[in-house]
């Protein structure tokens, strides 16, 4: 997943490339009219929550730290969090379908095992 998203294969996440993850995994097609899209400013900021050493681009660490906090949240904080403004909310979208997506995943490789031991 984070090779699809560094473009550059800089080891490192930008806000562009960042953008492009958060509308790809909230389902979001900039295309299509009456989507509330992902700006490069709300990308930006989504990085002020994972960039811990400040220096302006996600490494791959700060991203799975990132991931592993909000998959370990509970369903009343996501919504505590989500309340905060309109960026929270779309973070929370964000962690959630994320989650759904790994959950989804864990389940077809579960399957394939089986089907395979059988």
């Known amino acids: 997943m984070w090779l699809k998203y560094d473009v550059d294969r800089s080891g490192t996440l930008d ?14 097609n900039a295309v299509e009219k009456g989507r509330d899209d992902v700006t490069l400013e ?6 002020g929550f994972l960039d811990h050493n400040g220096d302006g681009v996600i490494d ?14 509970t369903i009343e904080n996501r919504i505590n969090f989500a309340h905060r403004s309109p960026m929270h909310a779309k ?10 997506r790994s959950v989804n995943i ?6 394939e095992i089986e089907m395979e031991m059988k």
């Open 15 to 28: 806000p562009s490339e960042i953008r492009v993850l958060i509308s790809e995994v909230m389902d979001y």
């Open 42 to 47: 709300e990308a930006t900021r989504f990085m």
């Open 60 to 73: 791959e660490n700060e991203f799975l730290l990132f991931i592993v906090n909000a998959m370990t949240m």
């Open 91 to 100: 973070v929370m979208v964000f962690c959630t379908n994320l989650t759904e």
């Open 106 to 111: 864990q389940k077809a490789i579960e399957r």
